[in-house]
Protein backbone atom coordinates (compact mmCIF):
# COMPACT_ATOMS: atom_id res chain seq x y z
CA UNK A 1 0.00 0.00 0.00
CA UNK A 2 1.14 3.51 -1.03
CA UNK A 3 1.34 6.32 1.19
CA UNK A 4 -0.31 8.79 -0.94
CA UNK A 5 0.45 12.43 -0.12
CA UNK A 6 -1.07 15.34 -2.11
CA UNK A 7 0.76 18.01 -4.11
CA UNK A 8 -0.28 20.88 -1.36
CA UNK A 9 0.28 24.25 -0.89
CA UNK A 10 3.04 25.95 -3.10
CA UNK A 11 5.86 27.12 -1.13
CA UNK A 12 7.03 30.57 -0.85
CA UNK A 13 8.42 33.39 0.21
CA UNK A 14 12.02 35.28 0.33
CA UNK A 15 13.39 33.34 2.97
CA UNK A 16 12.80 29.76 1.62
CA UNK A 17 16.58 28.84 1.52
CA UNK A 18 17.65 30.70 4.54
CA UNK A 19 18.39 27.72 6.77
CA UNK A 20 20.48 26.54 3.68
CA UNK A 21 22.94 29.97 4.34
CA UNK A 22 22.78 29.92 8.42
CA UNK A 23 26.04 29.13 9.25
CA UNK A 24 26.68 26.40 11.29
CA UNK A 25 29.81 26.10 13.99
CA UNK A 26 30.89 22.43 14.61
CA UNK A 27 29.66 22.41 18.46
CA UNK A 28 26.35 24.08 17.63
CA UNK A 29 25.75 21.74 14.98
CA UNK A 30 25.44 18.49 17.45
CA UNK A 31 22.63 20.71 19.01
CA UNK A 32 21.22 20.99 15.48
CA UNK A 33 21.16 17.59 14.26
CA UNK A 34 19.92 16.01 17.60
CA UNK A 35 19.45 12.99 17.79
CA UNK A 36 20.27 12.57 14.38
CA UNK A 37 23.85 13.26 15.16
CA UNK A 38 23.68 9.69 17.97
CA UNK A 39 23.71 6.33 17.78
CA UNK A 40 20.78 5.10 16.96
CA UNK A 41 20.20 7.71 13.86
CA UNK A 42 19.34 4.75 11.34
CA UNK A 43 15.33 5.34 11.30
CA UNK A 44 15.65 8.81 10.20
CA UNK A 45 13.97 12.46 11.37
CA UNK A 46 10.43 12.99 10.47
CA UNK A 47 7.41 11.21 11.42
CA UNK A 48 3.77 10.83 9.94
CA UNK A 49 0.85 8.82 10.67
CA UNK A 50 2.06 6.72 7.73
CA UNK A 51 5.67 5.56 9.81
CA UNK A 52 4.47 1.71 10.28
CA UNK A 53 2.20 1.17 7.08
CA UNK A 54 3.54 -1.22 5.10
CA UNK A 55 4.50 -0.88 1.15
CA UNK A 56 5.62 1.54 -0.52
CA UNK A 57 6.15 5.28 -0.08
CA UNK A 58 4.45 7.36 -2.56
CA UNK A 59 6.48 10.97 -2.58
CA UNK A 60 3.10 12.46 -4.14
CA UNK A 61 3.13 14.66 -7.34
CA UNK A 62 3.63 18.59 -8.04
CA UNK A 63 6.03 20.32 -6.67
CA UNK A 64 5.63 19.30 -3.41
CA UNK A 65 6.28 15.54 -4.72
CA UNK A 66 9.51 16.94 -5.97
CA UNK A 67 10.45 18.00 -2.80
CA UNK A 68 9.24 14.73 -0.78
CA UNK A 69 11.74 12.88 -3.71
CA UNK A 70 14.39 15.26 -2.82
CA UNK A 71 14.04 14.82 0.82
CA UNK A 72 13.76 10.87 0.66
CA UNK A 73 17.11 11.26 -1.47
CA UNK A 74 18.42 13.28 1.65
CA UNK A 75 17.24 10.81 4.18
CA UNK A 76 19.31 8.18 2.43
CA UNK A 77 22.35 10.10 2.17
CA UNK A 78 22.03 11.57 5.81
CA UNK A 79 21.47 8.30 7.01
CA UNK A 80 24.90 6.73 4.69
CA UNK A 81 27.32 9.18 6.36
CA UNK A 82 25.69 9.05 9.89
CA UNK A 83 26.81 5.23 9.65
CA UNK A 84 30.25 5.92 8.29
CA UNK A 85 30.75 8.14 10.95
CA UNK A 86 30.16 4.98 13.70
CA UNK A 87 32.37 2.16 11.43
CA UNK A 88 35.71 1.30 11.47
CA UNK A 89 36.85 2.78 8.45
CA UNK A 90 36.00 6.32 9.46
CA UNK A 91 37.47 5.56 13.01
CA UNK A 92 41.00 4.36 11.76
CA UNK A 93 40.80 7.25 8.22
CA UNK A 94 43.57 10.44 8.17
CA UNK A 95 42.37 13.43 9.24
CA UNK A 96 42.15 14.56 5.81
CA UNK A 97 39.59 11.89 4.97
CA UNK A 98 37.94 12.01 8.29
CA UNK A 99 37.31 16.02 7.82
CA UNK A 100 35.73 15.39 4.33
CA UNK A 101 33.74 12.82 5.53
CA UNK A 102 32.19 15.09 8.37
CA UNK A 103 31.66 17.74 6.01
CA UNK A 104 29.72 15.41 3.65
CA UNK A 105 27.85 14.04 7.07
CA UNK A 106 26.90 17.64 8.12
CA UNK A 107 25.56 19.09 4.30
CA UNK A 108 23.47 15.75 3.93
CA UNK A 109 21.97 16.40 7.26
CA UNK A 110 20.78 20.20 6.79
CA UNK A 111 19.95 19.43 3.28
CA UNK A 112 17.61 16.29 4.90
CA UNK A 113 16.28 18.86 7.35
CA UNK A 114 15.75 21.62 5.20
CA UNK A 115 13.13 19.79 3.03
CA UNK A 116 11.28 18.55 6.14
CA UNK A 117 11.04 22.06 7.18
CA UNK A 118 10.02 23.70 3.99
CA UNK A 119 7.40 21.25 3.19
CA UNK A 120 6.04 20.78 7.20
CA UNK A 121 5.99 24.66 6.61
CA UNK A 122 4.48 25.10 3.72
CA UNK A 123 1.02 23.13 5.52
CA UNK A 124 2.13 20.06 3.57
CA UNK A 125 3.45 16.46 4.77
CA UNK A 126 6.83 14.84 4.60
CA UNK A 127 7.04 11.67 3.75
CA UNK A 128 7.86 9.72 6.80
CA UNK A 129 11.53 8.63 8.29
CA UNK A 130 12.74 6.34 5.95
CA UNK A 131 14.50 2.80 7.10
CA UNK A 132 17.53 2.35 5.52
CA UNK A 133 18.93 -1.07 4.62
CA UNK A 134 22.68 -0.55 4.20
CA UNK A 135 23.68 -4.36 4.87
CA UNK A 136 25.35 -4.88 1.04
CA UNK A 137 27.82 -1.73 2.37
CA UNK A 138 31.19 -2.97 4.60
CA UNK A 139 31.69 -0.37 6.96
CA UNK A 140 35.02 -1.30 8.12
CA UNK A 141 36.14 -1.11 4.15
CA UNK A 142 37.67 1.98 2.98
CA UNK A 143 36.79 0.77 -0.47
CA UNK A 144 33.36 -0.02 -0.14
CA UNK A 145 32.62 2.88 1.83
CA UNK A 146 33.49 5.77 -0.47
CA UNK A 147 32.53 2.83 -3.61
CA UNK A 148 28.59 3.53 -1.64
CA UNK A 149 29.51 7.16 -1.28
CA UNK A 150 30.53 7.87 -5.11
CA UNK A 151 27.19 6.06 -6.50
CA UNK A 152 25.52 8.13 -3.87
CA UNK A 153 26.81 11.35 -4.93
CA UNK A 154 26.64 10.39 -8.91
CA UNK A 155 23.09 9.52 -7.95
CA UNK A 156 22.42 12.19 -5.96
CA UNK A 157 23.51 14.74 -8.86
CA UNK A 158 21.58 12.72 -11.63
CA UNK A 159 18.41 12.82 -9.59
CA UNK A 160 18.34 16.74 -8.91
CA UNK A 161 18.77 17.38 -12.83
CA UNK A 162 16.56 14.91 -13.81
CA UNK A 163 13.60 16.46 -11.50
CA UNK A 164 14.05 19.75 -12.39
CA UNK A 165 11.71 19.17 -15.76
CA UNK A 166 9.12 18.27 -12.95
CA UNK A 167 9.40 21.50 -10.98
CA UNK A 168 7.12 24.53 -11.82
CA UNK A 169 7.51 26.94 -9.25
CA UNK A 170 10.81 29.03 -10.50
CA UNK A 171 11.97 29.72 -6.65
CA UNK A 172 12.12 25.36 -5.56
CA UNK A 173 13.99 25.02 -9.17
CA UNK A 174 16.71 27.95 -7.82
CA UNK A 175 16.99 26.09 -4.81
CA UNK A 176 17.13 22.81 -6.22
CA UNK A 177 20.02 24.67 -8.54
CA UNK A 178 21.86 25.29 -5.53
CA UNK A 179 21.33 22.25 -3.58
CA UNK A 180 22.97 20.29 -6.65
CA UNK A 181 26.25 22.05 -6.89
CA UNK A 182 26.92 21.08 -3.67
CA UNK A 183 26.21 17.25 -4.63
CA UNK A 184 28.36 17.68 -7.54
CA UNK A 185 31.19 18.87 -5.30
CA UNK A 186 30.63 16.04 -3.26
CA UNK A 187 30.99 13.32 -5.99
CA UNK A 188 34.01 15.19 -6.95
CA UNK A 189 35.78 14.87 -3.93
CA UNK A 190 34.61 11.48 -3.56
CA UNK A 191 35.71 10.68 -6.91
CA UNK A 192 39.16 12.42 -5.92
CA UNK A 193 39.47 9.89 -2.98
CA UNK A 194 38.56 6.83 -4.40
CA UNK A 195 40.96 7.62 -7.58
CA UNK A 196 43.33 10.69 -7.48
CA UNK A 197 42.43 12.95 -10.52
CA UNK A 198 39.52 10.94 -11.47
CA UNK A 199 37.04 13.87 -9.96
CA UNK A 200 34.84 13.63 -13.28
CA UNK A 201 34.73 10.72 -16.47
CA UNK A 202 32.65 9.38 -18.80
CA UNK A 203 30.01 7.81 -16.45
CA UNK A 204 28.61 10.77 -15.53
CA UNK A 205 29.56 13.38 -18.18
CA UNK A 206 27.81 13.23 -22.04
CA UNK A 207 31.25 13.32 -23.33
CA UNK A 208 30.10 11.97 -26.48
CA UNK A 209 27.73 13.88 -27.49
CA UNK A 210 25.27 11.15 -28.35
CA UNK A 211 21.70 12.03 -27.10
CA UNK A 212 21.32 9.23 -25.40
CA UNK A 213 19.66 10.34 -22.22
CA UNK A 214 16.14 11.43 -23.38
CA UNK A 215 16.91 14.46 -24.39
CA UNK A 216 17.96 15.65 -20.51
CA UNK A 217 22.02 15.45 -21.01
CA UNK A 218 23.53 17.00 -24.34
CA UNK A 219 27.11 17.53 -24.95
CA UNK A 220 29.40 18.13 -22.26
CA UNK A 221 26.76 18.37 -19.59
CA UNK A 222 25.75 15.78 -16.06
CA UNK A 223 23.75 12.87 -17.10
CA UNK A 224 20.56 13.66 -15.91
CA UNK A 225 18.61 10.70 -14.34
CA UNK A 226 14.12 9.93 -14.34
CA UNK A 227 13.15 10.26 -11.03
CA UNK A 228 11.59 6.28 -12.34
CA UNK A 229 15.40 5.45 -12.86
CA UNK A 230 16.83 6.93 -9.79
CA UNK A 231 14.33 5.02 -7.33
CA UNK A 232 15.35 1.86 -8.87
CA UNK A 233 18.78 2.15 -6.96
CA UNK A 234 17.53 4.23 -4.19
CA UNK A 235 15.56 1.16 -3.16
CA UNK A 236 18.19 -1.39 -3.29
CA UNK A 237 19.22 0.67 -0.35
CA UNK A 238 15.99 0.98 1.69
CA UNK A 239 14.25 -1.70 3.92
CA UNK A 240 10.93 -2.99 2.78
CA UNK A 241 7.85 -0.66 3.43
CA UNK A 242 10.17 2.20 2.89
CA UNK A 243 11.20 1.81 -1.05
CA UNK A 244 9.85 3.99 -2.57
CA UNK A 245 7.15 5.07 -5.18
CA UNK A 246 7.82 7.89 -7.29
CA UNK A 247 5.19 7.19 -10.46
CA UNK A 248 3.36 10.57 -9.58
CA UNK A 249 5.79 12.72 -10.81
CA UNK A 250 4.85 11.33 -14.60
Same mark, same amino acid.
Given at each position: ???????????????????????????? &????????????????????????????????????? !???????LEQLEAAFYTQVRTG???????????????? =?????????????????????????????? &????? &?????? !??????? &????????????????????????????????????? =??????????? !? $??? !??????????? $????????????????????????????????????
Open positions: MSNIISSGPALQGPDLDKPLYTPIKRRS &FFMYAGATAGATALVLAGCSKSDSSPGTVSVGSGDVG !VLNYAYASYYTNANAAEKQILDD =LYYHEVIHRDFFKAAITGAGATPIKALTPD &FSKID &FTSKSS !VLGAAQA &FEDLGVAAYNGAGKFITTPAYLVIAGKIVSVEARHAA =LIRDLVQEGNF !V $GGD !VINLSGNNNNN $GLSPLSTEYSKLPSVVVATANTYLADGSKLDVSGLG
